[in-house]
């Protein structure tokens, strides 16, 4: 776009500028001359003439230009224009019977020059001004039917300006700036390179397309940079991409303002993607003072189309890895070779080539100039220079010559059939700018850069090649590795790119990364910075998600966690419970093995031996219903182990309180009768009711079915069932058991918490029968182990903090009562049979009258300290072994003495 104030300054500037060259040629009238005008022009005039504006010298403050030429750059694209015109004379389809001349002006890279110069192209029918009192301002003017020209922005503008108030068509070669795409400030402007918002396009998309979202930017302060500087933000207003910094360079900037603006752009050492929208001198500039400041893999340069190879020569180095934006450009072989067969001597058409020639071989023509310079040879050849080369911008030089000739060749066809061809003078009127104009945005032809074709503001349709600078084997190549077009946009060849990035943060396929703030890992929330491309990341704890948004975190519902890969969604956890392959199960098993095993054994031996006084004196009843339990213990850790289902829940509520039940019921009804027993022998006349096997299997029965009530009320009310649970919300850890509450432990527990403490009291109460072989011993041992067990038991199960610890603990609780009762009950039977022989053992029974007598006659009361041997009795099927004494006869024959039952046993 046009700034505003610059239309509306113009009209202004240009009036003043006519004022001043006015009052400079009427005072020469009166004065000699101090200051040299300009340079000569090259002049070649033909039957139509084209004007040519270039900036070939450099600017010298004394006078308009300086003798040393700028660049060899510069002054190719100047032999590019008498090459082409040459070519074009020499054809026959074009312009036949029509030569082309040129008039070249050189502006000194300057505006005022080149304001100056330009006026001396302005048609000839409007200089209506001069007077006889001074020189002409037009004396040198001359006939041009159009312009080319003006590399630089800056200039082309209110060069372009003039040219619209006299209708004189002006081509641009290299200009870009946006502002010369409006078609009303400069509607005769055409140009043969596309605008810089094209360039704008291509940048941010390149910055898209390797994900870079914060950047700085580096401009010039012209219109080239400014608009540039504007077209990125405008493009990038609605793309998540910041700017880091941005500064601008003044052509006239100093190097301690280049150095600035290196360091101010290294503190932004995250904004690795450096944008250049700069001339190619203020470019290679800035790479001098970076190479300086040693800034050697900091930065990704991205340069547009002025950043070509003469910005970066012998900078290689400090612009390794650079991007850059090139207009389509092509060597042309015969103007190579054209080139690179000049001389000093084979140009007549050219007269700054001996200035040239002294420039590239730093020498001299003059012999008295030769204490500083050597003299220059006529025998060299121009490859011979240092650093020569061949621009490829001389392509764009010869386009735009052909552009004209092709426009011209058409508009004469068409407009001025019946011209004089011997006559210049009607060929010259027969073309009018307004009416060439559209001829020229008419063209469309195959150039040496491609096709050359405008749009409506005169401006070539965009088409660009993204070129990088790599170093290939030592040696630094700018190669293609993409392209873009308006209609097919970005295409790169990444694999071809080399990195020359000295740094550890990359995306993806190695590609440095330039951004404000790196990614938020999964599980991590952004806390929003100042700008949108700069934020925090925060971690979600370990129970929450990422929110849809990134802004914040959500709880995952109990029994659920985040999942391991994306962290933004809530999965159920799997349970964990007690399986086979764990040690604790195999643990139980190996001891449940033991424990059969175990009571397998006892039952061998009791069916091997079951003739032995001691099996038979055993009460069989209830042993087999304790042996039972036994057996259903050890079996019960299948339960435990086995997944926690509802119906194995069932057995798990069940199982420990009846198993436990079965095995102390027999055991206290035994404890009693043999303490109703020894008050018997107390108080030796009184009968013993409920004494045989029948009434002691009834009591048992009866202490069982308490206990089933109990749990199956317990049952009722608390049905069992599994459940997960997950006891600390902010650790990934869920259980499967069985529901277990306190009341349904609390109630039979209790009940069988009653029952070995009366096992314990009874065994307490007759612990001090005479003798060492005394049965209460083990009874009181082994239900004041399972009283501690089971002490122990209950409230470390409430206190234990895994599900599967609680069902461990249970059958480790059954086991230990099962084993306690196995040690203390059976395994003293199991020494009689193997050690006390069997004719040690004589038999006793209660008559009917509950007394308790010998087979061949009652027993005698005897004095313990009499007695010479023991015996075993079998007190009818009740199961109460008396140990009784035997010898000598006592006063009351009868009935025996407490003091003479020196030994019972409980089995």
């Not at 700069?278 to 340069?301: D, P």
């Not at 060597?331 to 080139?339: E, I, L, M, N, W």
């Not at 020639?357 to 490859?383: G, K, P």
Request: proline share 5%; charged share 20%; with cysteine.
């Amino acid at each position: 776009m046009t700034s505003p104030r610059l239309m509306t300054s113009m009209p202004i500037i240009l009036t003043v500028l006519l004022a001043i060259h006015l009052l400079l040629q009427a005072k020469a009238a009166l004065q000699q001359p101090v200051i040299d005008t300009s340079p000569d022009a090259i002049v070649s005039l033909g039957d139509l003439t084209i004007g040519v504006l270039t900036a070939v010298r450099e600017y010298d403050a004394l006078k308009p230009c300086s003798d040393k030429i700028v660049s060899l750059a510069r002054f190719q694209r100047l032999q590019a224009v008498i090459y082409a015109i040459d070519q074009i004379n020499g054809r026959n389809d074009i312009l036949p019977n029509c030569t082309l001349g040129y008039v070249m002006l050189d502006s000194c890279a300057k505006v005022t020059t080149a304001l100056v110069k330009a006026l001396q192209f302005i048609p000839i029918n409007c200089q209506k001004i001069q007077t006889t009192s001074a020189p002409s301002l037009f004396e040198e003017s001359y006939d041009v039917i159009s312009v080319m020209g003006l590399t630089s922005s800056s200039r082309a503008i209110p060069v372009s300006s003039l040219f619209q108030h006299f209708h004189m068509p002006h081509i641009s070669y290299m200009a870009t700036s946006d502002d010369l795409s409006d078609n009303v400030a400069h509607e005769y402007f055409l140009r043969t390179v596309p605008p810089d918002v094209y360039q704008s396009s291509v940048i941010v998309e390149l910055i898209t397309y390797f994900k870079w979202d914060y950047i700085s930017i580096v401009y010039s302060a012209d219109s080239y940079g400014i608009n540039g500087m504007t077209n990125i933000l405008e493009l990038i207003h609605n793309l998540d991409i910041c700017i880091a910094h941005s500064e601008a360079i003044d052509v006239n900037s100093d190097d301690d303002h280049y150095t600035h603006v290196v360091e101010d752009i290294r503190r932004y050492s995250n904004a690795r993607a450096v944008i250049l929208f700069l001339q190619w001198s203020q470019v290679r500039k800035l790479f001098q003072v970076a190479k300086g400041l040693q800034t050697h893999g900091e930065f990704v340069w991205i340069g547009t189309e002025s950043v070509f190879s003469e910005a970066f020569r012998g900078l290689e180095d400090i612009a390794s890895g650079l991007l850059s934006i090139d207009i389509p450009l092509g060597k042309h072989t015969g103007f190579t070779q054209y080139v690179e067969q000049q001389t000093p001597f084979n140009n007549p058409h050219l007269p700054l080539y001996r200035d040239f020639w002294e420039s590239i071989f730093n020498c001299t023509w003059h012999a008295q100039n030769t204490s500083s310079l050597t003299l220059c040879d006529t025998y060299r050849h121009v490859t011979q220079a240092d650093d020569f080369y061949v621009t490829e911008w001389a392509s764009k030089t010869i386009d735009t010559v052909y552009t004209f000739a092709h426009a011209l060749d058409r508009y004469l066809k068409e407009q001025c059939p019946q011209r004089d061809k011997n006559d210049s003078t009607s060929l010259r009127k027969c073309v009018n700018g307004p009416l060439f104009l559209k001829y020229l945005k008419a063209v469309n032809f195959l150039g040496v850069t491609g096709n050359i074709v405008f749009d409506s503001n005169g401006d070539l349709i965009g088409q660009y090649n993204i070129k990088h600078l790599t170093n290939v084997s030592g040696v630094y190549e700018h190669k293609i590795i993409g392209s873009w077009t308006r209609h097919r946009g970005l295409k790169i060849e990444t694999d071809l790119i080399q990195w020359a990035v000295n740094c550890t943060s990359v995306n993806r396929g190695g590609i440095p990364d330039s951004s404000c703030s790196t990614t938020c890992q999964p599980g991590e929330f952004y806390i929003q910075g100042e700008q949108k491309c700069c934020w925090e990341c925060r971690r979600c704890r370990n129970n929450e998600i990422v929110n849809s948004n990134f802004t914040g975190c959500t709880v995952c519902p109990s029994l659920t966690w985040p999942d391991d890969q994306t962290l933004n969604k809530c999965v159920p956890i799997d349970p964990v419970f007690l399986t086979w392959d764990e040690p604790v199960s195999i643990l139980l098993l190996v001891l449940s093995t033991a424990g059969l095993l175990s009571c397998v054994y006892i039952l061998f031996i009791f069916i091997k031996y079951r003739n032995k006084k001691v099996v038979k004196g055993s009460s069989r009843e209830l042993v087999a219903v304790i042996y039972s339990g036994l057996i259903l213990a050890y079996f019960s850790t299948v339960a435990f182990i086995a997944p926690p289902i509802d119906w194995i829940c069932y057995v798990r509520r069940l199982v420990p309180h009846l198993i436990s039940t079965l095995i102390l019921s027999p055991i206290v009804i035994k404890t009693s009768r043999l303490y109703r027993i020894f008050e018997a022998a107390e108080k030796y006349k009184r009968k013993l009711y409920f004494m045989h096997a029948p009434a002691q299997l009834f009591f048992a029965s009866v202490l069982f079915t308490v206990q089933i009530f109990l749990s199956t009320l317990a049952v009722i009310l608390y049905p069992p069932g599994s459940e997960l649970k997950m006891p600390v919300p902010t650790d990934k850890y869920v259980e499967r058991l069985c529901s277990y509450p306190i009341e349904c432990l609390v109630i039979p527990i209790s009940y069988n918490l009653v029952l070995i403490c009366l096992c314990s009291v009874l065994g307490f109460l007759t612990r001090k029968l005479p003798e060492n072989f005394n049965e209460s011993k083990y009874i009181f041992m082994g239900v004041t182990i399972i009283l501690f067990v089971w002490i122990i038991a209950t409230p470390t199960y409430f206190f234990a903090y895994d599900g599967y610890l609680k069902s461990a603990l249970l059958a480790f609780a059954l086991h230990a009562e099962a084993t306690a009762v196995l040690v203390c009950f059976f395994v003293p039977k199991i020494y009689a049979v193997y050690f006390v022989p069997d004719e040690m053992i004589n038999t006793c029974s209660f008559d009917d009258d509950g007394k308790i007598r010998r087979k061949s006659g009652v027993i005698r009361h005897h004095h313990r300290k009499m007695v010479t041997r023991t015996a075993i009795k079998n007190v009818g099927n009740t199961g109460a072994l008396i140990l009784c004494n035997n010898g000598v006869n006592n006063s009351d024959p009868d009935l025996v003495h407490k003091n003479d039952i020196s030994e019972w046993t409980h089995m």
